[in-house]
């Protein structure tokens, strides 16, 4: 156990729809970080948030959005979904600022029919 | 760009065997770190070693680094049928840019 926690760990929805995928990071930690992983693009990352602030961004599609809260919980906003956004999303958690150990999350797999 | 490019894609090897998995990369950095992933399971990390450093253990598991030819390999000794999984390495930069780059990983599987 990582001491990551998403939720929720299953989502099916359909094309066109908006969901929210949440993330707690381990206690102590100020940065998270999102992934997404499918069987095609591999294990790619969209977004960090370092204490609050956005901090890095990667390969995040407009439709994707994401915001960490004051008590660092974190959410991944995926709107006007499509079939190809259909994938594992994960959430990792470190210390501080990017460069040191993550702990992952054990995924929200979303389901875009 | 992918940072980090694993080596080989894939590997199959008996219980028991070695299993040597390498990473190459482009650009300096601090450190570079592995990470195991089961099927459809969060990373988890499993070692770093930091650009100063020529080899590392943790176990079963042994990390060289190589900077001057940008490349490391992560030697798994004695296998076991559990470590079948997915192997990435990451390249960790610190500064203005400071993140953790992963590569596209390596399927490993121990057969039994």
């Known amino acids: 156990d990582s001491g990551v926690t998403q939720t929720p760990k299953h989502l099916i929805t359909a094309t066109g729809q908006r969901v929210t995928l949440r993330c707690s990071p381990r206690s102590g930690d100020l940065s998270v970080y999102w992934y997404q992983q499918s069987l095609d693009q591999g294990l790619q990352f969209l977004i960090q948030?370092?204490?609050?602030?956005?901090?890095a961004k990667g390969n995040i599609l407009e439709r994707f959005s994401a915001q960490q809260f004051p008590d660092l919980h974190s959410e991944l906003n995926l709107s006007s979904l499509e079939l190809g956004d259909s994938a594992l999303y994960f959430c990792?958690?470190?210390?501080?600022?990017?460069?040191?150990?993550?702990?992952f999350g054990p995924g929200t797999r979303l389901l875009v029919l | 760009s992918q940072q980090g490019e694993e080596d080989p894609q894939a590997l199959s090897i008996q219980e028991g065997e070695n299993a040597t998995m390498n990473c190459s990369y482009k650009t300096s950095i601090n450190n570079l770190q592995w990470y195991r992933q089961n099927s459809g399971r969060g990373l988890v990390h499993l070692i770093l070693?930091?650009?100063?450093?020529r080899e590392k253990h943790s176990g079963r598991l042994r990390v060289t680094l190589d900077t001057s030819k940008k490349s490391s390999s992560l030697l798994i000794t004695a296998s076991r049928a559990a470590d079948t999984a997915s192997y990435f390495c990451?390249?960790?930069?610190?500064?203005?840019?400071?993140?953790?780059?992963f590569g596209k990983g390596i399927t490993l599987s121990v057969r039994p």
């Open positions: 990792a958690s470190s210390a501080q600022t990017g460069w040191e150990t993550q702990y």
């Open positions: 948030y370092y204490n609050g602030e956005e901090r």
């Open positions: 990451a390249t960790g930069r610190t500064g203005a840019n400071s993140k953790l780059t």
């Open positions: 070693i930091r650009s100063n450093e």
